[in-house]
């Protein structure tokens, strides 16, 4: 389908000189763009892909959790969750 789209000139510039340097058509470059970013968009939030990095810090977690029960009660995971 052709459409018609108004982006700035630098991003054009750009886009067209990124295009260039991979040997493909602006076309192809703006397809494959907006690809990844719909591929991204509608399945994961952005922080979301970082999330399984911080599996390591459950431990750090837990102890801090229990600092924080000693010093001010209990604390009811349901709210916070």
Do not use: C
């Amino acid at each position: 389908m052709k459409t018609t789209l108004e982006i700035p000139d630098f991003l054009f510039r750009r886009a067209k000189s990124v295009a260039a340097e991979r040997g493909i058509p602006l076309r192809q470059f703006v397809t494959e763009a907006v690809q990844d970013k719909l591929k991204t968009a509608s399945h994961e939030r952005p922080w979301m892909k970082h999330l399984g990095k911080l599996k390591r810090l459950d431990k750090e977690r837990n102890q801090i959790d229990k600092r924080v029960e000693e010093a001010f009660g209990k604390i009811d995971r349901e709210v916070w969750q």
